[in-house]
């Protein structure tokens, strides 16, 4: 059986230590792709990754790759991408807040994923707008 993929979900970071580096976009790319169904924007990916900075959360078996924009006093993640079997939402988010710290105000992002919302309001996250949209 392949590995799980999915566009960005948690790691227990007790059990296995996650290793962070800075990396390229060509690093990135395939895993930024798999959160490409969930753009909010719709204006695709190459759009969504400009102006970026890109990094890459390895664990053992499982990889997260994210795109880092700012936006006034906050961090946003433009995208965010995982493939293993561990549930890397807890850790990349955390791992992104160790990043904004003394930085930013805050760390935000848009997802039409219930279930992201889930996994974040757990870790404090608060939802803080809607996005309302009518297909003419």
């Known amino acids: ?9 948690g790691f227990d970071m007790d059990s296995q230590a996650p290793v962070v580096r800075a990396a390229s976009l060509a690093d990135v790319r395939d895993l930024l792709a798999l959160a490409e169904k969930d753009d909010v924007q719709r204006v695709g990916l190459d759009e969504v990754l400009t102006g970026c900075i ?15 924009k700012q936006v006034g006093r906050e961090l946003w993640i433009q995208a965010a991408g995982g493939e293993g079997a561990a549930d890397l ?9 160790g ?5 930013f105000d805050s760390v935000g992002f848009q997802t039409r994923r219930a279930g992201l919302v889930r996994k974040a309001k757990k870790l404090g996250y608060t939802i803080d707008g809607y996005i309302l949209r009518k297909t003419i």
Not at 61 to 66: D, E
Not at 89 to 97: F, N
Request: net charge neutral.
């Open 1 to 9: 059986m392949g590995a799980d993929r999915r566009g960005c979900a």
């Open 54 to 68: 890109f990094f890459m959360l390895d664990a053992p078996g499982n990889r997260l790759g994210y795109a880092l």
């Open 89 to 97: 939402t807890g850790a990349g988010l955390t791992v992104i807040e």
């Open 99 to 103: 990043q904004a710290v003394g930085l």
